[in-house]
């Protein structure tokens, strides 16, 4: 990589920190693009350069946190490995994410948003949609392998992720309850995990 790229990278990475830091502490509204270029130390044009709204801005951000968490998650559905075994790794990353302070103060920032301005988050969650497939895939591969009942691959995999976000999303951004502690994370997973076997397995 050449030193121009290197520098344009670590401008980028210091943008996104100080755009994670400013929403984190003044909201979504209370947070521009001035600010955020005085926290990293560049031009406000330099912002710009790399993103064009601050929506995109706060989407880039929640991505990266998405991705972040994910990096490591092998979602590929295994024709010769248990269910309950491939559905517990899903799970633990799902929660590995549920419990990241920063994404959980950023949810936090993007749900009030959503209520205060519908139309801006509608682009955001079909964003977040998109990452949510790899979930829904696993499932569709499940069933067309005949190991899981026929349903709607999409409502399956959202009632397992609900099953995660009733215990470990929810009621910290409502409540303000603290993020389970790992054997909490991993009791709310297999209770997920047997609840959803329960009912799809075939």
Do not use: C
């Not at 790899?134 to 992720?161: C, I, K, M, Y």
């Amino acid at each position: 990589m050449s030193e121009p790229s290197r520098l344009t990278d670590r401008k980028r990475e210091d943008i996104v920190a100080a755009a994670l830091a400013e929403f984190r502490e003044n909201g979504f509204k209370n947070t521009s693009m001035d600010r955020v270029a005085a926290r990293a130390a560049v031009s406000k044009r330099t912002v710009y350069n790399h993103f064009p709204s601050k929506d995109e801005l706060f989407a880039e951000i929640m991505l990266e946190l998405w991705r972040a968490s994910m990096a490591q998650v092998d979602l590929a559905y295994r024709p010769g490995r248990p269910l309950r075994e491939q559905l517990l790794e899903l799970a633990g990353q799902k929660m590995a994410l549920l419990a990241d302070a920063n994404f959980l103060d950023l949810a936090r920032v993007a749900i009030a948003e959503a209520i205060h301005a519908p139309e801006r988050a509608q682009a955001m969650l079909a964003r977040f949609g998109e990452k949510e497939e790899g979930v829904t895939a696993w499932v569709r591969a499940a069933q067309a392998d005949g190991r899981l009942r026929p349903a709607e691959p999409e409502f399956a995999a959202q009632q397992l992720q609900g099953l995660l976000k009733a215990f470990a999303f929810w009621p910290q951004i409502a409540l303000g309850q603290p993020v389970p502690d790992a054997a909490a994370r991993r009791a709310i997973a297999e209770s997920a995990v047997d609840m959803f076997l329960a009912y799809h397995a075939a």
